[in-house]
């Protein structure tokens, strides 16, 4: 569930900046090297290649399923891919003299991949995953980074931006508490599962090294096949888990300084996702799967893809509940959307299905604060803006008694509330997709079929009765079936 909940707030701003006209490379993968994988294939006695042909296609069908619309996907297994820019890379860092190797001990923990300080260790044992780290005594390559401390401090102010705010702080407090330099290599003895590192063959490349590098190996850096307009010339967005941001905040940049390469613009930093309120664990048997989403609202992403969306403010940690997806589902999908649209329908049909809106009023004055949070990326107030234009909606059709009226008025009434659901749909359109278009197809929209492509933009149908050649309706059904049938 945490991989989805990053995997939906990516698309939705990557979704966004597309129906904005601006050019997009949406890039998403799977990071496969490690002492985590190593073991896990040991147990089950497979080898770790064959372990992440087996897994990796389980993700990649479950982004599918939930509409996830990236360009891209990159395995730090794919040695024709990822593995010549992470070799190179190492080289330039070499030749930098940001790379040292010497002897070290230290407290190891395999769920972080990463050595640990005492200092953060909580009763001895590492926060996150609430285990005690192993001490490791070992030779590795060592990355030189508390020599770049104040160079991070400007940074970090000044020109890589962290999203939200509170995050940034956080970011800038890890640098207040002095850092250390980090280990970049393992031992083979230690770790076989990695990228060896270049004329160092008894050595592998440490997992930050190799897993960092995806950003500009996906884009063939430092390779005869190098698109770096997406790099040099883009606004480069990373979107990641608080747990990770201290490597993308302070590693990575260094990194990339040394290598003569553009530091990335912004730092999009999502929370923990807990379960009815609790931390997800297999032993309390609270984990929430994926497919079990899925499976309980017939396939259907868009509940999901909603729920996301409304309840975890981008940042913040998050709970995920059946109950109150359920709630979220029948109020605000199901009544306010989708009974709302089926009853508007309905009356125009028995109207003679003609629209007949007055273009000299408007009915929606959102759209410049929905975009204004959309650029923000502040996405679970963005979404809360056709939320209320439907909650609006519904309003005037039972205060004005819409079906009560005698016909020319109740043609321009029931027009009114279409037009406002034409431009709901638009604005549901990075959240919730399938349905944003299902919407507009029954309502008749000529634009419709096109909504889903990568190249449509809604520039020209932000406007009050923008589609001139809108005139019928079309067929109304269901728009989210009872639960009780979903289930």
């Known amino acids: 569930?945490?991989?989805?909940?990053?995997?939906?707030?990516?698309?939705?701003?990557?979704?966004?900046?597309?129906?904005?006209?601006?050019?997009?490379?949406?890039?998403?993968?799977?990071?496969?090297?490690?002492?985590?994988?190593?073991?896990?294939?040991?147990?089950?006695?497979?080898?770790?290649?064959?372990?992440?042909?087996?897994?990796?296609?389980?993700?990649?069908?479950?982004?599918?399923?939930?509409?996830?619309s990236a360009d891209v996907f990159i395995r730090t297994t794919d040695q024709k891919m990822h593995w010549p820019t992470v070799e190179a890379?190492?080289?330039?860092?070499?030749?930098?003299?940001?790379?040292?190797?010497?002897?070290?001990?230290?407290?190891?923990?395999?769920?972080?991949?990463?050595?640990?300080?005492k200092k953060e260790l909580v009763d001895g044992k590492c926060p996150i995953h609430l285990t005690p780290p192993e001490e490791v005594t070992e030779q590795n390559w060592f990355f030189k980074l508390k020599?770049?401390?104040?160079?991070?401090?400007?940074?970090?102010?000044?020109?890589?931006?962290?999203?939200?705010?509170?995050?940034?702080?956080?970011?800038?407090?890890?640098?207040?508490?002095?850092?250390?330099?980090?280990?970049?290599?393992?031992?083979?003895?230690?770790?076989?599962?990695?990228?060896?590192v270049p004329d160092d063959t008894e050595q592998?490349?440490?997992?930050?090294?190799?897993?960092?590098?995806?950003?500009?190996?996906?884009?063939?850096?430092?390779?005869?096949?190098?698109?770096?307009?997406?790099?040099?010339?883009?606004?480069?967005?990373?979107?990641?888990?608080?747990?990770?941001?201290?490597?993308?905040?302070?590693?990575?940049?260094?990194?990339?300084?040394?290598?003569?390469?553009?530091?990335?613009?912004?730092?999009?930093?999502?929370?923990?996702?807990?379960?009815?309120?609790?931390?997800?664990?297999?032993?309390?048997?609270?984990?929430?799967?994926?497919?079990?989403?899925?499976?309980?609202f017939k396939g259907n992403p868009d509940p999901l893809r909603f729920y996301l969306s409304h309840e975890i403010p981008v940042g913040n940690d998050g709970d995920f509940s059946w109950e109150r997806i359920d709630a979220l589902y029948n109020s605000m999908l199901r009544n306010n959307i989708g009974n709302?649209?089926?009853?508007?329908?309905?009356?125009?049909?028995?109207e003679g299905g003609d629209m007949q809106l007055d273009?000299?009023?408007?009915?929606?004055?959102?759209?410049?604060a929905f975009a204004k949070d959309m650029d923000a990326m502040n996405i679970s107030d963005a979404i809360r803006h056709p939320a209320a234009l439907a909650d609006e909606s519904n309003k005037l059709f039972n205060d004005r008694a819409v079906w009560k009226l005698e016909t020319a008025e109740k043609k321009v009434q029931l027009s009114f509330v279409a037009e406002r659901l034409r431009h709901i749909a638009l604005m549901l359109l990075p959240f919730i997709p399938d349905t944003a278009q299902k919407i507009s197809k029954q309502l008749g929209v000529s634009y419709a079929d096109k909504m889903l492509d990568k190249d449509f933009t809604i520039d020209a149908w932000k406007g009050w009765g923008a589609d001139k050649?809108?005139?019928?309706?079309?067929?109304?059904?269901?728009?989210?079936a009872p639960l009780e049938e979903a289930k």
């Open 1 to 68: 569930m945490g991989h989805v909940l990053e995997k939906v707030l990516a698309d939705v701003c990557a979704r966004w900046f597309r129906l904005k006209g601006d050019e997009v490379r949406f890039q998403i993968g799977t990071d496969e090297h490690g002492i985590k994988i190593q073991r896990t294939a040991e147990k089950e006695k497979l080898s770790p290649q064959d372990l992440v042909d087996r897994n990796v296609p389980l993700f990649q069908e479950l982004y599918k399923k939930l509409n996830v």
């Open 89 to 117: 890379l190492w080289k330039k860092l070499q030749d930098s003299g940001a790379l040292e190797k010497r002897s070290y001990t230290g407290l190891y923990c395999q769920g972080c991949e990463r050595f640990l300080t």
């Open 147 to 196: 020599e770049q401390e104040t160079w991070l401090k400007k940074i970090l102010k000044d020109e890589y931006k962290i999203i939200p705010d509170f995050r940034a702080k956080e970011t800038l407090s890890l640098l207040d508490q002095g850092l250390e330099d980090v280990s970049f290599s393992r031992p083979k003895t230690s770790l076989a599962w990695g990228i060896p």
């Open 204 to 296: 592998v490349m440490y997992v930050w090294c190799d897993a960092l590098t995806n950003y500009i190996s996906g884009l063939g850096y430092f390779t005869d096949h190098a698109e770096s307009k997406f790099w040099d010339d883009a606004t480069v967005t990373h979107v990641i888990g608080k747990d990770i941001a201290r490597f993308h905040a302070l590693i990575w940049p260094a990194m990339l300084k040394h290598a003569g390469v553009k530091i990335p613009d912004q730092l999009l930093i999502h929370g923990f996702l807990t379960s009815d309120g609790q931390k997800m664990s297999k032993s309390l048997g609270n984990v929430v799967h994926p497919p079990e989403v899925l499976e309980h």
């Open 340 to 350: 709302l649209l089926n009853r508007v329908l309905t009356l125009i049909t028995k």
């Open 359 to 368: 273009t000299k009023q408007s009915g929606v004055e959102t759209w410049e």
């Open 469 to 480: 050649k809108w005139t019928k309706v079309g067929t109304p059904e269901i728009l989210f």
